[in-house]
């Protein structure tokens, strides 16, 4: 800012110590091209001259200069965007003594809203020797926030300015000029290749009217012809050079056969650069929040490039959020008051709590209805106490919990809510266990409406505990397909007892009962299948007692579980049943008494029959799966010894060994295996010193082909023989050169 005001002290230190003769129009060539309909143009700091509403269009700083004649300047405009505030502008004349001019005006202009814009502009107004404070208004109106429409004649394609100046700031006036009253009109074509300009100036005389166009000829040129007065036929044409944001115009001057030229120069940060700044800033008050900050920073982005739709939706929507926030929030202000007018302190002040952490931006507004109201909640504070305590007591610890969490969030000192709270915690704790455990017992019991109803329990008492919510996904899952594997089975128990399938629909239906003991339809189609299939029932019971006689005990148990599934409470079956399990176990019994006298002989093979047969008869006899376990480990324990005398037979000592060793593993205490290893190794050791002593004696003799012989056949036994190894090593080298010499 303090660089900006040297600025313009400067410009207007140069401003009166210039000297010229020309009128207002002429020194300004863009102006002029355009027939000095100059009210609606867009990029100019001018605009402090012609309408400062304007201004607002320029949400950079823009510096401009207008020169007339060669090393002399005739107006210099600075303007500079002031982020919520608007745009302000200042342009600077030469001082001069005959014509009458504004020699100095600084306007201000802002957007009141999204199309419209209001300016001010006030500055000294000259006449031959006399200056008089001058002040102007202006208003600026576009159809269209950023690009014009793509149809030629369309509303978005227009914008509108009206310029109201020369009033006088005080009674006494010192120069003639009258206030006047200017409206401009402004085209732009689609992508903006031409514009068409009109404006009239109305003052006591009679009505002025001026012209103007722009044709851009290339991306960087336009051509510009205009008329300031068309009843006077004069016409000022001109050129428009742009590139990126600067421009230079150029204009002819018919009646003073002069070429006037400007230059209009920005400088500073561009708009997309400081429209993104102020986007990232709301992004991160978004997250933290603050939501009325980063409302301010969408608008100023908004306001820098209203054309960008991400800058635009951001500001409306969160806007509009914020009006419904505000709604919501009035609505339970309400309420709240509501609530204290009717002597719930302790509920309105809970109510406040919650909204200071759902509406940080009114949080000082919030804050003061909490303070005032805190003094009366204290009375009631010990009465909630009280409540808890009562749930707490009645074993209802969840409720307690919450209240105590209220009490504590209004006054976070309250020692006994603490202690309180921390052991309804505990109990909710296991309260949460005792079901979750329940649940999962169900569920693997495949009663899954039980299993649903804990699972269901823990997450009322934890929404966040992560296995009960998969236990319960898994058990509604599973509780579905059951539901449709029911219903499968109800519907083909109905057709066979329509087919008077009696016995097979009863098995249909009491399957039923089996994955759903509750299914009232299953449960009375067995009341009323049972009576009917009573033959069936005693051609079960015959045939269960003719398998008994020919001691088919499977078949005989097979038929009497079929007809307790039918009749659970059918004595002839259960007594029938009971001695067909207890002939069994004796038959078994017999049959290990067998098996064991066989093991003691040595006979394994004979012995493993026999723990077999019995153990067809008693599945669950652990005494008979012992002796067969053993029984089986014999049978490979001789099978080891023996392939184990093979390899000691054929000379292969290490096989041996390690087949011995493998016996004595698995029974350390084997006689056997032991004599067998210790006679093996003795041989191994005889073997090795015989062979040897033979090897050593043919290297000696230099017979190095027969001790080569020996000392691999010595290595074969005991690979890890050192002496053998050196002296091999030795025979192969000695018989390399001996083929070498020969």
Known sequence: ????????????????????NENRIARESRAKSLGGTFMTVYDSPTSALWNPAALDLLKRPVFEINIGQLYEFDIVSLSNYFPGFGTIGLSLRKWETNPATDLFMIGWGRFISSRLAIGVSTGLFQSESNFEPRLNVGLFYRFSESQPARKMLSFENFSVGFFLRNLRLREKNLTDEQPRLSASVLYRSPVDWLRIYGSCEIGKSIPIWHGGLELKITKFVSFRVGNTDLKSRIWFWGLGVGVSDWQLNLVFDRTSEKLQFSTTIPFGMPLEEKAQKYYQQGIEDLKQRKLKEALRNFALAHELVPRDATYTNAFYLLKKKLAVRELELQKVLEQASALEKQGYFFSAA?????????????????????????????????????????????????????????????????????????????????????????????????????????????????????????????????????????????????????????????????????????????????????????????????????????????????????????????????????????????????????????????????????????????????????????????????????????????????????????????????????????????????????????????????????????????????????????????????????????
């Open 350 to 742: 809970l109510k406040y709590s919650q909204l200071l952490e759902q509406y940080p931006e009114h949080a000082a507004k919030i804050r003061s209805r909490l303070v005032m109201l805190r003094p009366k909640v204290k009375y009631d504070i010990r009465r909630i106490l009280n409540k808890g305590e009562e749930f707490f007591n009645a074993g209802d610890y969840l409720l307690a919990r919450k209240i105590f969490q209220k009490i504590l969030l209004l006054d976070s000192q309250n020692n006994e809510a603490k202690e309180y709270l921390q052991r309804s915690e505990q109990l909710v704790q296991k309260q949460i266990e005792e079901h979750f455990y329940r649940g999962v017992g169900y569920y693997k019991q495949r009663n899954l409406v039980q299993a649903e109803q804990e699972f269901a329990t823990v997450l009322q008492l934890d929404s966040t505990h992560k296995e009960a919510q998969h236990y319960l996904e898994q058990t509604r899952a599973q509780k579905d397909e059951l539901e449709n594997q029911i219903a499968d089975l109800l519907k083909k128990a109905e057709k066979l007892e329509k087919q008077h399938a009696f016995l097979a629909a009863l098995r249909h239906y009491i399957k039923v009962l089996r994955l759903d003991y509750e299914n009232q339809q299953a449960k009375d189609a067995v009341v009323r299948l049972r009576p009917k299939v009573r033959p069936d029932i005693q051609s079960f019971l015959a045939r269960a007692k003719q398998a008994l006689a020919q001691e088919n005990y499977a078949a005989a148990q097979k038929y009497y579980e079929q007809v307790l599934q039918i009749v659970p409470d059918q004595m002839e079956a259960r007594a029938g049943l009971s001695k067909v399990q207890k002939e069994r176990r004796e038959k078994s019994r017999q049959l290990l008494t067998q098996g064991k006298k066989m093991a003691a002989a040595g006979k394994w093979e004979q012995a493993v029959l026999k723990f077999k047969q019995a153990l067809n008869y008693d599945p669950t006899s652990a005494t008979v799966r012992s002796e067969l376990d053993s029984a089986l480990r014999q049978i490979n324990i001789q099978a080891l010894l023996r392939q184990g005398l093979a390899e000691r037979d054929k000379g292969n000592y290490v096989r041996a060994i390690k087949l011995f060793n493998k016996v004595l593993d698995q029974d350390p205490l084997n006689t056997e295996a032991t004599e067998y290893l210790e006679k093996t190794q003795r041989e191994k050791s005889r073997k090795i010193s015989n062979l040897l002593q033979e090897g050593i004696k043919y290297y000696s003799a230099d017979n190095f082909v027969r001790a080569i012989a020996c000392f691999d056949k010595l290595l074969e036994v005991d690979p890890e023989n050192q002496v053998a190894q050196e002296y091999l090593k030795r025979a192969q080298q000695k018989q390399r050169a001996l083929e070498k010499l020969q």
């Open 1 to 20: 800012m303090r660089k900006l005001a040297i600025v313009y002290l400067v410009l207007f230190l140069y401003s009166i110590s210039a000297v010229g």
